[in-house]
T-cell receptor, first 115, second 114 residues
Framework: GQQVMQIPQYQHVQEGEDFTTYCNSS?????IQWYKQRPGGHPVFLIQ???SGEVKKQKRLTFQFGEAKKNSSLHITATQTTDVGTYFC???????????????WGLGTSLAVNP | DSGVTQTPKHLITATGQRVTLRCSPR?????VYWYQQSLDQGLQFLIQ???????AKGNILERFSAQQFPDLHSELNLSSLELGDSALYFC?????????????FGEGSRLTVL
């Protein structure tokens, strides 16, 4: 079935270290979204990537969309304790002939940061 | 504040019971999505409504049902509850101009089944 594979499932870093999470799909994606969920909170939209090879930055966060639009990554430079949470990728897939799409979510990468 | 309101925030009930979770989407959003998140699990898509009509179904059990009313608020009904139904249930809404664009999530309803 339609899947978005996200790795790693968990990552534990020392404050100041970098962090990267990856999403992969076997099919070409029209776009990919990234969300962050803080512990005890709800998912919050971070960004959407649409173009092949696209790179977007938000302060210490760098988002990339692969040239083939089948993979994406989120890289955090010099992590801080405020980066703690679970990062999800999600991508829309067609599910019927009516051009209707639904978001398929990765399982998320939980980031823990040691101060 | 995402603009999506969910009630109740917490709910404790017993096995076999039925509960209703309520969601008010952001003003102007026509799509409502329901998700289930169990401990250490990702987001499981349950169902989507668009302007009152069911648009997409995910891993929703037959014991669960949902509807979206003319005022666009939505309710998720969970019946014959089992221990495994204990989870965080999120509602999300999206801009009508975007087909699966950015989702705005509510704070969730935490259901505990004892």
């Amino acid at each position: 079935g339609q899947q978005v594979m996200q790795i790693p499932q968990y990552q534990h870093v020392q404050e100041g270290e970098d962090f990267t999470t990856y999403c992969n799909s076997s099919t070409t994606l029209s776009n990919i979204q990234w969300y962050k969920q803080r512990p005890g909170g709800h998912p919050v939209f971070l960004i959407q990537l649409v173009k092949s090879g696209e790179v977007k930055k938000q302060k210490r966060l760098t988002f990339q969309f692969g040239e083939a639009k089948k993979n994406s990554s989120l890289h955090i430079t010099a992590t801080q304790t405020t980066d703690v949470g679970t990062y999800f990728c999600a991508a829309p897939f067609l599910f019927n002939a009516g051009n209707n799409r639904k978001l398929i979510w990765g399982l998320g990468t939980s980031l823990a940061v040691n101060p | 504040d995402s603009g999506v309101t969910q009630t109740p925030k917490h709910l404790i009930t017993a096995t076999g019971q039925r509960v209703t979770l309520r969601c008010s989407p952001r003003s102007g959003d026509l799509s409502v999505y329901w998700y289930q998140q169990s401990l250490d699990q990702g987001l499981q898509f349950l169902i989507q409504y668009y302007n009152g009509e069911e648009r997409a179904k995910g891993n929703i059990l037959e014991r669960f049902s949902a509807q979206q009313f003319p005022d666009l608020h939505s309710e998720l009904n969970l019946s014959s509850l089992e221990l495994g139904d204990s989870a965080l249930y999120f509602c999300a809404s999206s801009d009508p101009g975007h087909n699966t664009g950015e989702l705005f999530f509510g704070e969730g309803s935490r259901l505990t089944v004892l």
